[in-house]
Nanobody
Framework: QVQLVESGGGLVQAGGSLRLSCAAS????????MGWYRQAPEKQRELVAA??????TNYADPVKGRFTISRDNGNTVYLQMNSLKPEDTAVYYC???????????????WGQGTQVTVSS
């Protein structure tokens, strides 16, 4: 089994910053892409940012220039969120494509979500 544990959410005023972390643990042979998604009330879950094992990044248009995704040499991914806006308010979920054995397929895993609330 693989677990993704997020941390770093909270309440912040517009214009402020937060840093989310997500640590993967468990039966891990390799991790391909890792990413952050968010889901606001009554909206569908959407991609915020993703990063491949090689470090290539991809951002949703609304967060370009404000958010930065990064990952360490281990199994942790970060999302630095600057210049936050009330429309960034959502539950943020970590996602990882994990292979538990060299001969296993890559499976998607999700964290439990962390609330980010931006007040105006």
């Amino acid at each position: 089994q693989v677990q993704l544990v997020e941390s770093g959410g909270g309440l912040v005023q517009a214009g402020g910053s937060l840093r989310l972390s997500c640590a993967a643990s468990g039966s891990i042979f390799s991790i391909n892409a890792m990413g952050w998604y968010r889901q606001a009330p009554e909206k569908q879950r959407e991609l915020v940012a993703a990063i491949t094992s090689g470090g290539t990044t991809n951002y949703a248009d609304p967060v370009k220039g404000r958010f930065t995704i990064s990952r360490d040499n281990g199994n942790t991914v970060y999302l630095q969120m600057n210049s936050l806006k009330p429309e960034d308010t959502a539950v943020y979920y970590c996602n990882a494509g994990v292979r538990s054995r060299s001969y296993y397929p890559t499976l998607d895993y999700w964290g439990q979500g962390t609330q980010v609330t931006v007040s105006s």
